[in-house]
């Protein structure tokens, strides 16, 4: 599209036009380069006028983010994030002080960005529109999750200050790499000139050596958990063997989110001659939210109660079983469904190693994830189990009579599997997601 700023103006007239073309351009859509959006920052003269964190890597990403947010808020500042996937609408990518963006404010953001930018893909397209509405709003601190790796990812544009890495798995492989040293090539280009440190969470000794490599290469100080032990008593999040701080995400997968996350705030109050304020770390820590990670809703209105995971590849499933155990969660049921692009057979392993340990014999309901070509076929994915199962056709048709098929309410439900899954069960129940603008 190569509009001109009339014809923009009357594409774009309400947030359900920005949506419609932004469903125009295929979310997964992808043409790798970072020319278009380095066009971009130059046309629109993008401005970045605060501290940076941009968070990379396989698995904990949105946690982590999530948490560097929460403490930033709790500390008074403007914060903003950006953040992916979303579960029902774009609305919840970029928020500013935990709050979406007013829906008259979208079609101004992308009339401006597809005025300069008339090629930019979907992803591409939300990361300039979140810079331009961060330049308006003068945040304190902002905080980027990247997409897919960063040698490609549109997010790796901006002049980050902080480079925290989650840890790093095989994901993507079609995209990134076949090889953990692959994968962490392609994120390693996260560190780039301008960047003032490195945070790591704990990598495969693989993975390390690559990140501490291209650290080491461009000269920015590189610090892991192995620098914990030399921080303030405040900052960190185990003491004496006791998490002395409650999380706002459960489960024990967490503690190495929030402990990465503290190490990057440290240092970003060192290089920012900011104060260590324990009592904002505690109030960050415990009130940060992120919808379907481990999110547990109370029994209502005759439905069950319910543990929402997306689960979506065998490490993030290995930690929800985790955090089952660790929490003493004893679910009535599973509703499971994944992509087949996430080693299904390893996932259905490790479910029913789970149950067979804990030696609960409880329903679990297959389905399908709806209009995704990725999506496993519920009758194969029911076919990898040794125990019984019982498929149905989609999500909506289990949870209508649900309430029937759980007798004990104040057990919960465990629906996990894949994020899109979870996208199904948001869009029936959007006040999930505890959205506020």
């Known amino acids: 599209m190569n509009c001109s700023c009339k014809s923009a103006k009357e594409r774009f007239k309400t947030f359900e036009d920005v949506e419609k073309y932004l469903d125009s351009l295929g979310m997964f859509h992808m043409d790798l380069g970072l020319e ?15 501290p940076i964190f941009h968070v990379v890597g396989t698995n904990g990403k949105g946690s982590t983010a999530t948490f560097l947010h929460s403490i930033a808020l709790s500390y008074g500042f403007r914060a903003g994030i950006f953040t992916s996937p979303h579960f029902v609408t774009p609305l919840e990518r970029i928020k500013m002080n935990d709050r979406l963006l007013p829906k008259p404010a979208w079609a101004n953001l992308i009339i401006e960005a597809t005025n300069a ?28 999750e990247a997409g897919l790796g960063a040698k490609n990812d549109a ?12 840890p790093i798995a095989l994901d993507h492989t079609n995209l990134l790499g076949n090889t953990l040293e692959e994968i962490a090539d392609d ?15 704990p990598q495969d000794p693989r993975v390390e050596a690559v990140l501490k490599a291209r650290a080491s290469k461009l000269s920015i100080p590189y610090y892991t958990m192995e620098n914990a032990a030399d921080l303030p008593d405040c900052m960190k999040l ?32 060192h290089l920012y001659k900011k104060p260590l304020e324990e009592k904002a770390l505690a109030d960050g820590l415990s009130t940060a939210f992120i919808p379907g990670r ?54 259905v392993g490790l479910l029913e190693e789970y149950l067979k340990r804990n030696k609960l014999s409880i329903p679990l309901y297959i389905t399908e994830i709806q209009n995704n070509e990725r999506a496993m076929k519920a009758n ?14 989609n999500l909506q048709e289990i949870l209508r009579v649900l309430p029937d098929l759980v007798q004990d309410k104040e057990k919960p439900c465990v629906i996990c599997g894949s994020l899109y899954l979870l996208s199904e069960f948001f869009k029936q129940y959007p006040e999930k997601l505890q959205l506020a603008y």
Request: net charge neutral.
């Open 238 to 269: 185990i003491q004496q063997g006791k998490p002395q701080y409650e999380l706002g995400l459960k489960g024990k997968h967490q503690y190495i989110n929030a402990q990465t996350a503290l190490l990057a705030w440290y240092i970003f109050c």
């Open 380 to 393: 194969d994915l029911a076919n990898l189990f040794t125990v019984p199962t019982t498929v149905y056709a």
């Open 187 to 201: 994120k390693s280009y996260a560190i780039r000139e301008g960047v003032q440190a490195v945070i790591s969470a």
């Open 155 to 166: 997010t790796t544009v901006i002049p980050a200050s902080i480079v925290v890495f989650t």
């Open 36 to 50: 278009r959006m380095e066009k971009a920052k130059f046309l629109l003269g993008l401005r970045f006028p605060c």
């Open 294 to 347: 481990f999110q547990q809703v109370k029994a209502k209105n005759g439905m069950p109660a319910l543990v929402l995971d997306g689960a979506h590849n065998l490490h993030s499933l290995q930690s929800l079983v985790s955090a089952l155990e660790s929490e003493q969660i004893t679910p009535s049921a599973f509703i499971f469904s994944c992509l087949k692009d996430k080693e299904p057979q390893k996932m």
């Open 117 to 144: 930018v008339s090629d930019l893909t979907y992803f591409e397209l939300l990361t300039v529109m979140s810079i331009l509405a961060y330049m308006y709003a003068e945040p304190d601190v902002l905080v980027y």
